[in-house]
């Protein structure tokens, strides 16, 4: 086992009112327990506002949770910053405008000192081809990509600290139907070769069943389901993940 997610519970403060006197809570997270094992794909579905975002950012301590734990295997994960990645929904956003592709990969590399200064091109170079781009890109900004390579290039920055988890949060979900298909066989291909866990975000089933190995399915901040990806597919038992593959075959 990878990681282990015991009992999290996240509740965000909003305030209400004309005069934000009014403190209401927003229950994204209540009580969500599950385990990944090492070189898995763990699919998280459900739809939007569900919290699967919420729980990511816990995962990798972007925010705090409100109770819980997240645990991952010592022996396996030695630091967060550098073994667990996250690849967002958006390209447009994740990307800082300012920054050349030379830039925007390197900047991992000095950080995480994962190889000596000469080498920083070389390996720049060879995140390039992983991701399947050319070398022509690194003098250019992440404007005058599309969305689809600017997500290749959002791959290529999530490998330089060479991770052994990514979270891939909706990492399709904004390009067109061709290059979902084509982003699927680049994940599939990264995790055989680097040897890879993942916990792939979506809210549509189809696409997780291309690539997970489990599914968790969420509904309203809890888990209403979990297996295996033929018994989601093939015996799903509460009525949400009915309701989720009829979405996801019409
Ligand atoms: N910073 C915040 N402050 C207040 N409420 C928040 C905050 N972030 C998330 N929420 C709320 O928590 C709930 C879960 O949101 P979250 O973004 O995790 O859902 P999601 O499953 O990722 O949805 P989507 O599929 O649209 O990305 C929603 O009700 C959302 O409005
Ligand atoms: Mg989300």
Redesign the pocket.
Known sequence: MILEVKNIS?Y???ERGVFKAEAGL?K??DGVSFSVNEYDTLGIV????????????IIIDL?PATSGEVVFAPELIQDLRKDVQIVF?NPYNSLNPKMRISEILSEPLLIHNIVPKPFIKERTLELLRLVGLDEDVLGRFPIEFSGGQRQRICIARALASQPKFIIL??PISSLDLIIQAQMLDLFFELKQRLKLTYIF?S?NLAVVKHIADSVLV?EN?RVVEMGNIDEIFYSPKHPYTKALLDAARS
């Open positions: 996240k965000f403060t909003i927003v994204a997270l459900g739809e939007s506002g569900s919290g699967k975002t919420t729980l990511a950012k925010i929904q949060d909706e975000v809210h969420m901040g």
